[in-house]
């Protein structure tokens, strides 16, 4: 039978242009496939992850400027987690990994965004956000979360024309030689902590469009020219094991 998912929202409104709302929400997500074509899907440990998910927050809007921030908390059940397969005998293949779930995880954090129009097609935009995210049995961080996220730039759009220029920031996040043999677990002795730092990347985007008029046998054109990291910016990432 399929899991009941209640969804709440109120919202209040505060004044003309701004309001308040919060909300509760409960998911359900099936196991990826792949967990079970995995070299060993007999040890693969997997289940429906659930989650409850709280968020508080604000809406601010005129006519040339809107922002929102909100905060939020999800509780988390059955997280599926990738670990070295220690049924292994011999040399340890790193690349031999089985899938195990978390009793449960928490995360945490908060954001905003915010979005003004300058004029003659062009707009200013910036987001950001604070994210914890935590194994609920050890307590230890969850691997490849980043702390903090945060995005800037402009978007243009008039006259057919079109452009955006975007940085993105990734922040720090924990990694780990080893893991323990289950997220519930503290680490083993002498396993190392890492912390990736943080990088920021740019996308450029220019482009074209228009639409015909009403009977053409071409209803509209458009043409894109999209470059990601756009100043060709080496970022070396380390890989959980």
Known sequence: ALPILPVVLANYRLSDHWSAYGQLAEGFLTPPLAYFQADHPEDNRVKPQTTTNYQLGTVYKT?????????YFIRTHNLPVSIVNPNQTGIINQNDKITLVARGAYYSGVEAQGTFYVGNGFSLFGNGSLNRATYEGSKRKIEAIPQATAGYGFVFDRAGFFASLM????????????????????????TL???????????????????????????????RLQINNLFNRDVILMKAR
């Not at 940085?167 to 002498?190: H, N, V």
């Not at 220019?206 to 209803?219: E, H, I, N, S």
Request: no cysteine.
């Open 193 to 223: 902590t890492y912390i990736q730092g943080g990088y920021v990347l740019h996308d450029l985007s220019l482009g074209y469009g228009t639409k015909f008029t009403q009977g053409a046998f071409l209803k509209s054109i458009k043409a």
């Open 63 to 71: 006519n040339r400027f809107n922002a929102d921030f909100a905060g």
């Open 167 to 190: 940085g993105k920031y990734s922040g720090q996040y924990s990694l780990y030689t080893a893991s323990a043999p289950s997220p519930d677990q503290p680490l083993p002795a002498g």
